[in-house]
């Protein structure tokens, strides 16, 4: 007969109120003893949770971010001889985001694995790219950091330490492979510069007064690794511009006054999508993604829109944009950003960009220089229009400008084609017409 058990935190030392950083399970799957249920993080080690018994996991009583000591409960599991043999629990897929580890950090600070069996995680020689399926990871909190912070699955990096350890050196080593294809002068260069790189500085702040810790985001944290990665291996340039949107504007209005109760209101930034298609087309390198010596030139114009949210940061995506009008491109960006900003966006709506636009219209400033979303290319900054007087040659007059801005990836295109593209953008936000064209 069926019998249910709960798994609780075992014996973890003098470690307290530990981070529940990873959830291997959900209700349904069948575990073997020893099988990773959660995996935990304190300041000192990265622990897993094994499960003690075989069976079916019939409830997970955690979430990610949660607190837990010896004793917490964190899943309930059905024990019985009927079950079918349980099969090894899958590492969980890494997104574009952010990626977390999984592995435990050294033998020493194993107080919760001794007896267990963990699938051998697959691994990449630094030289040659090839994979080695025969060493578990090893890694100390420390390492696991760096890790995440660029982007990168822990678990994917040999390790050249005692009993194959991962070192920090083996995760910049690492991350140079991914960056240059593991062969080429420029390959030992850049792991020079990244093994270079000093430890991040380690200040106690509340020394010099009172301070209040708070956690970030759970947007945050999964994309920070990503931008930090986008950051520091894209080598990014900025380019920047006006234009002179009047006209646009005061068509932007009309259209506006002409709509249904059922239309969203148009903004500046569906114009910006139509100008942005208009020149990817008249540009294509911009509408592509660098993968080692090839360009992929992409047929299909997806544009990425950044929307602020109470929880930060989302990009949902406007698909085949060329083939729509301003109006609904206006009424989908709506329902895009209420989306968005209610939780309800799904994996489907952030995928497939080509481009993106970032725009700040709404808040204020001057320019700014958004990091490039990989695998993407490029990607527009909007920040807000002002009235400015402008020669005409007889007087100043009032006229509405818009600057922009524009970050590249300068192994893909150089300054003079990223202020074509720009010029290109800018024309088609001063003469909406030249869209059509």
């Known amino acids: 007969m069926p019998t249910t058990a709960q798994v609780c935190v075992p014996d973890i030392g003098d470690l307290s109120d530990v981070a529940v950083i990873e959830i291997n399970v959900s209700p349904g799957d069948i575990v073997a003893e020893g099988d990773t249920l959660v995996v935990v993080e304190s300041d000192k080690a990265t622990l897993e949770i094994p499960a003690d018994i075989s069976g079916k996991v019939i409830a997970v009583s955690v979430a990610e971010n949660d607190r837990v000591n010896e004793g917490s409960e964190i899943a309930t599991i059905e024990t019985t001889d009927t079950l079918d043999a349980p099969t090894a629990i899958a590492e969980p897929a890494s997104n574009s985001s952010a990626v977390e580890s999984v592995a435990v950090t050294d033998r020493t600070e194993q107080t919760l694995t001794q007896t267990q069996t963990r699938p051998p995680a697959t691994q990449v020689n630094p030289d040659t790219g090839s994979s080695n399926n025969n060493a578990p990871a090893y890694a100390p909190p420390s390492v696991r950091k760096l890790a995440r912070e660029l982007g990168i699955e822990v678990s994917q990096v040999p390790g050249t330490g005692p009993k194959q350890r991962i070192t920090r050196d083996d995760v910049k080593a690492f991350v140079k492979v991914q960056l240059s294809g593991g062969t080429g002068a420029a390959a030992s260069q850049i792991s020079a510069t990244v093994a270079a790189f000093p430890d991040w500085p380690k200040v106690d702040h509340a020394k010099f007064g009172k301070i209040e810790r708070v956690d970030l985001k759970r947007i945050a944290r999964k994309s920070g690794p990503a931008l930090a990665r986008n950051a520091m291996l894209i080598p990014h340039v900025s380019y920047f511009d006006k234009t002179d949107i009047t006209d646009t504007e005061s068509f932007r209005q009309q259209l506006n006054s002409e709509a249904s109760d059922d239309d ?3 903004t500046l930034l569906s114009f910006a999508v139509k100008a942005v298609v208009s020149a990817l087309k008249a540009f294509p390198v911009f509408n592509a993604s660098l993968e080692e010596d090839q360009l992929i030139l992409k ?3 997806n544009i990425g829109v950044a929307v602020d949210t109470p929880g930060g ?22 329902h895009l950003a209420e989306a968005a900003r209610g939780g309800a966006l799904s994996p489907a709506d952030m995928q497939g960009a080509t481009f993106t636009i970032s725009s700040l219209g709404s808040i204020g400033g001057t320019n700014f220089t ?4 990989a695998p993407e290319v490029a990607i527009l900054g909007l920040p807000r229009s002002e009235i400015q007087p402008v020669w005409d040659g007889e007087a100043f007059k009032p006229r509405r400008i818009q600057p922009l801005s524009l970050s590249f990836d300068h192994r893909v295109a150089d300054g003079a084609a990223a202020a074509r593209f720009m010029s290109t953008v800018c024309d088609g936000l001063n003469d909406f017409r030249r869209t059509a064209v």
Do not use: S, T
């Not at 989302?314 to 989908?332: F, M, T, Y």
């Not at 958004?370 to 979303?373: G, R, S």
């Open 313 to 334: 940061l989302l990009v949902p995506v406007l698909n085949a944009a060329d083939k729509k009008g301003v109006r609904q491109i206006g009424n989908e960006l709506a």
């Open 299 to 301: 047929q299909y114009w």
């Open 264 to 266: 969203a209101k148009i």
């Open 370 to 373: 958004p990091i490039i979303n």
